[in-house]
């Protein structure tokens, strides 16, 4: 992953340090661009919305239940095949990645314009539709964006392409978040959505700078309905032939179930406590935003020194630490100084963790089925917590009360910890590597053959 590049760098890059080169490659800062697109339609339904509803007087049971416009990112594999296997008609000529990342983008962009029309106040049941129909189309932008990026980047480059991606995620979750807080309070909701909405650009324009990707795999040919079932099926039937692959797929299940309860609830938490718009804006993303930089560039270097699997172990662990901290800042309530520690290492934490799954997950890929089997493990890495948030945190919070809450997400976290470790004492993490996420020809040329 972190190996250095076959050739010397030239020009400008030649002068950087040479832990920084990997970073100004050009696969690196295509991903960049590609996580900042993925990120803002993430944040346009969660803390964005949720802040919305929550200043309209929406009931928290029924904000909480908005995190279920979040299981169209859960579902995306169901509808991956046909991103992977149909050609778009007329624009399908400039390439298979391409062709769907500057459609699909268009819906994303008309999705959050409709999302950020309607009146909460008047009609919620018109924004749960609107919120679905972003949700739909930023988990399709997300099916195509990450496959662009897996087959763009070199093996030797997952890793700092995983982190470059990741700040890229925050970086357009959390200006579009925060430029939406801005807006709204100046000139309206409305305007704030529509504004926002540039953030879908930057990865269509990665497609027109950066072509199709070289190490794209095109489908064979579909004649039939007998070879569309099987090529529907083939990228779940490929991964189920690995060693130990049931046992991997259990472990993307639950090894973030306590994280994503807690960061889907945050906003509310934030709400009670007291905070303002301002005060969000400047600690969760604006302390935070400091503190990613800084936990991917550490989780780039843990990545590189660690190896992948004890690099992977040590995030896990403290992302659940990190929950602990939101018990802390809901024991302390309206703090600036505990909101900005927590928030720090929340962030911090989550940056390292971008890195190192990010990587494992992307490693997992065949190039054959990028598009299908990265939107199947990144799906399953969040769908239990997604779910729990929609049907009980609401009720939960309620019930027990914000403290003894993220207490629970805190130790939730633990059984993904606990099966990972055994995962590398029985060598099931190393087995479980696809192609992208091997080097040689041998495993090009086995990816170019039919299926």
């Known amino acids: 992953m972190d190996q250095p590049s076959s050739t010397a760098p030239a020009g400008w890059r030649s002068k950087l340090p040479e832990g920084v080169r990997p970073y100004s490659e050009p696969a690196p800062l295509a991903a960049l661009f590609l996580g900042m697109s993925s990120g803002f339609p993430f944040a346009m339904i969660g803390a964005t919305l949720t802040t919305r509803l929550a200043q309209d007087g929406i009931t928290k049971s029924t904000v909480t239940a908005f995190a279920l416009t979040f299981l169209a990112y859960n579902f995306k594999w169901l509808w991956a095949p046909i991103v992977d296997n149909v050609r778009l008609p007329l624009i399908g000529r400039y390439g298979q990645r391409r062709s769907w990342l500057w459609v699909i983008g268009l819906f994303v962009i008309a999705a959050v314009w409709f999302l950020g029309s309607v009146d909460p106040t008047r009609s919620i049941a018109t924004v749960a539709l609107a919120a679905i129909l972003v949700g739909i189309a930023g988990a399709t932008f997300d099916i195509i964006i990450d496959a662009y990026r897996i087959e763009l980047l070199e093996p030797r480059q997952l890793g700092v392409g995983s982190g470059m991606s990741q700040y890229g995620w925050r970086i357009g979750a959390a200006a579009a978040g925060a430029l939406g807080l801005v807006l709204s309070a ?59 692959a049931l046992l991997v797929l259990l472990f993307v299940l639950i090894h973030k179930i306590g994280d994503t309860l807690a960061n889907l609830t945050l906003r509310l938490l934030f709400e009670d406590l007291g905070f303002t718009n301002d005060e969000i804006a400047f600690y969760d993303v604006g302390v935070g935003f400091v503190a990613l930089l800084i936990g991917v560039f550490v989780g780039g270097i843990m990545y590189a020194r660690m190896g992948m699997k004890h690099a992977v172990l040590v995030s896990l662990i403290l992302m659940a630490v990190s929950n602990f901290g939101f018990a802390l800042l809901a024991a302390a309530g309206h703090s600036n100084e505990m909101m900005a520690a927590v928030m720090f290492f929340e962030n911090f934490a989550s940056g390292i963790g971008g890195v190192t799954v990010v990587a494992y997950l992307s490693a997992l890929c065949s190039l054959r089925f990028t598009a299908t089997q990265y939107a199947l493990l990144s799906a399953l890495a969040s769908i239990a917590g997604r779910f729990l948030t929609g049907t009980t945190a609401g009720g939960l919070i309620e019930w027990m009360g914000y403290v003894n809450f993220y207490l629970l997400t805190t130790a939730i976290a633990f059984p993904g910890i606990i099966l990972f470790w055994f995962m590398i004492r029985s060598g099931l993490v190393d087995s479980s590597i696809g192609s992208a996420g091997k080097e040689g020809e041998g495993d090009a040329r086995a990816d170019r053959q039919p299926k």
Do not use: N
């Open 186 to 244: 100046r000139y309206g909701w409305t305007f704030a959505y529509i504004a926002c909405s540039a953030f879908a650009l930057p990865a269509m324009l990665v497609g027109v700078f950066m072509g199709e990707p070289a190490r794209h795999r095109d489908p064979a040919p579909v004649r039939g309905i007998g070879d569309a079932v099987i090529a529907y099926f083939s990228p779940l039937i490929e991964f189920l032939k690995r060693q130990g």
